[in-house]
């Protein structure tokens, strides 16, 4: 049986940190032979004669990192430089205080369409969490553009404090790691959606949900025709 190897022998010692407790012996002392037995007893770890196998996902040494917010630029930068077979879509979201509007991106990240709306309450977040994991998997979604309403004066509104809340909230699900979002403008997009559905004279109802599909489509349709000018016109690369 050939010796353990050294890389090998530095996980071992890395996993003897991780497995001490408060009442733990110490296993440092122990022959090497005793070790290697204890921690893959512990640990489930499996020792053959040339190499150790490891199930590294227990230690969680691969694990997502935390859904994050990134700059718009930056986060279009990375779809285009991700290959073909791996570019995602876009998610758009208009979060107001009682629904969530959703628009998704085509496969080119050119056009936006319509979602479907979400209901929001304080103690459904989780469930909001799943929902948009199913988006996730069901439209290889790679991020969210997230309305947010920019003041002119540098002040925070009430409803800007509404949306962080909410993305904070989702991110602390832990069920979107790996996930990036970025803010949008969505200044005046409800508005000019509340002056289109005017004239139809819908039930209160009806209009409040169409009107809320059709912000987000306006908050990731002005997002894709703003990055795909800058690709087209070379400026993406140089912010």
Not at 46 to 72: A, G, N, Y
Not at 120 to 145: E, P, W, Y
Not at 204 to 213: G, Y
């Amino acid at each position: 049986m050939r010796a353990i190897t050294r890389p090998a022998s530095a996980i071992l010692r890395l996993a003897e940190t991780l497995n001490a407790g408060p009442n733990s012996y110490p296993v440092a002392s122990f022959p090497l032979r005793r070790r290697r037995r204890l921690v893959s007893r512990s640990l489930g770890w499996c020792v053959v004669p040339t190499f150790l196998s490891i199930r590294l996902h227990r230690l969680h040494f691969f694990k997502k990192e935390q859904m994050k917010v990134i700059e718009p630029v930056e986060l279009f930068q990375k779809l285009c430089s991700s290959g073909a077979m791996q570019k995602g879509r876009l998610l758009g979201l208009d979060v107001g205080q009682r629904y969530v509007g959703l628009a998704v991106s085509d496969v080119a990240n050119r056009i936006a369409s319509p979602g479907s709306v979400l209901i929001r309450k304080k103690t459904n977040i989780d469930i909001m969490a799943k929902v948009f994991q199913k988006l996730v998997s069901q439209h290889s979604l790679v991020g969210f553009i997230v309305g947010y309403p920019f003041c002119l004066w540098g002040q925070s509104s009430v409803e800007a404090v509404q949306v962080r809340l909410f993305m904070e909230d989702l991110r602390s699900t832990g069920r979107l790691n790996g996930l990036t979002y970025t803010y949008w403008d969505e200044n005046y997009t409800s508005k000019c959606v509340e002056a289109l559905l005017e004239p139809l004279d819908l039930n209160p109802v009806k209009s409040k949900t169409i009107k809320d599909k059709f912000a987000a489509v306006g908050i990731l349709q002005g997002y894709l025709d703003n990055m795909n000018r800058k690709l087209k016109s070379g400026n993406l690369a140089r912010e």
